[in-house]
């Protein structure tokens, strides 16, 4: 993996966790970078979710660092606002920033106390760790439920020379569209103001994150960052912006698929795929709707090909259209034509249904050009005994 110039990473063990292993994480960007950022739509925010955006507000879009915390939410609790603000204003101080430049973001258990002594104590290791190779350190330090570190890069050439992306990101539980759906931080040394920043992280954003769905649960603490420190010195034209933006685009379309893979004892990356829509919009609903049903989740699990469930959770979805014009196709297979069954070998169907990626097509026909993509992941047992015993 190729990492964007002028960022180093950290991570070390707080005592956040019962087990002994990296509970806390730092980003840091040499020079200030230009930050965008989106928050989880809940109405129950966590402490660091509420900081991290007056931050960007009154920094006029800037950073400096990004503090990651696994293992306590730091939401719904007495003393939330004071930990956030108190660990932002120590490593402000080591890293010679105004308080303002840190982000605050942590992920874990909802309604525990967070001892803020823990994080401050654990600073002096944390920043002497700094270093440009810790990128992978800092993507296993934030995990809680995930089984794998969930990371992606990519090169943009430009005219003056080359820009670097790297993203990384956590999340297997508690992941639905209402932004952000998990913490997830993207990196670059492209030379972007704010402004521009903010805009291409929220049309990225809804070709990703906002793409992807586990449970229909969001989170009280969901935060995805965009920083760009222009260590690279080069600065995107207005055409190039356009292959900047894809590139990040394509980097968290990555990671958000690799967030459904790695769902809550999920076996199998489900992607579904809708067209002949009314609109995009329509067409964000119905895949939504087929994503977040347990009844198609299920039968993905156990490699049924019914397809009626599919259709069923469309016309659920709120959106007009006509069943006699639907069709779906299941691993490429048409089950449906028109709303009614088509001729299909349910045996070789549901060995192709076995594999570790499922593909679910529902095709609109007629004048309708709105189409979408959505990542989910099958439903398991294995969900049911993560979530059940979550806090013990």
């Not at 990492?3 to 950290?10: M, N």
Request: charged share 20%; aromatic share 4%; proline share 4%.
């Amino acid at each position: 993996m190729r990492l964007p110039h002028g960022y180093s990473y950290a991570a070390t063990y707080a005592g956040i966790r019962q087990d002994e292993k990296d509970d806390l994480a730092l980003i840091a960007s040499g020079l200030p970078a230009s930050a965008a950022a989106v928050f989880t739509q809940n109405r129950v925010q966590a402490a660091p979710v509420k900081l991290s955006r007056r931050h960007l507000k009154r920094s006029g879009g800037m950073a400096g660092a990004i503090l990651i915390n696994a293992g306590n939410a730091n939401c719904a609790t007495r003393t939330g606002e004071a930990v956030a603000v108190s660990t932002c204003k120590s490593l402000a101080r080591f890293l010679l920033l105004p308080i303002t430049f840190v982000l605050p973001a942590s992920t874990g258990v909802i309604g525990v106390e967070l001892d803020a002594q823990k994080i401050i104590d654990a600073l002096p290791r944390l920043v002497a760790g700094l270093h440009a190779r810790r990128f992978d350190d800092v993507a296993c330090a934030i995990m809680t439920t995930d089984l794998v570190p969930k990371t992606a890069s990519a090169e943009v050439k430009l005219r003056r020379g080359a820009v670097r992306i790297a993203g990384l990101t956590k999340g297997s539980g508690m992941i639905h569209p209402q932004m952000a759906t998990t913490l997830g931080f993207v990196l670059t040394d492209a030379v972007i103001s704010p402004t521009l920043l903010r805009a291409m992280l929220h049309r990225a954003v809804e070709r990703s994150y906002n793409c992807l769905s586990v449970d229909g649960d969001t989170s009280t603490n969901d935060t995805v960052v965009l920083l760009a420190n222009g260590a690279s010195g080069v600065k995107p034209d207005r055409t190039e912006l356009m292959k900047v933006e894809e590139s990040v685009t394509r980097v968290m379309e990555s990671l958000a698929q690799a967030i459904a893979r790695d769902g809550e004892g999920a076996k199998k990356l489900v992607t579904i795929d809708v067209s002949g829509a009314s609109s995009g919009e329509a067409a964000v609903l119905l895949a939504r709707a087929i994503a977040n049903s347990p009844l198609v989740k299920t039968a993905i699990a156990g490699s049924d090909p019914n397809w009626g469930r599919i259709l069923s959770a469309a016309g659920n979805a709120g959106v007009v259209f006509d069943p006699a014009k639907a069709d779906v196709l299941m691993q490429g297979v048409p089950v449906c034509r028109g709303g009614l069954a088509a001729s299909f070998s349910e045996e070789e169907l549901k060995k192709k249904l076995d594999r570790p990626e499922c593909a679910i097509r529902l095709v609109i026909r007629g004048k309708g050009k709105g189409s979408a993509r959505f990542w989910t992941c099958d439903l398991t047992e294995g969900y049911i005994r993560i979530n059940a015993s979550y806090r013990t």
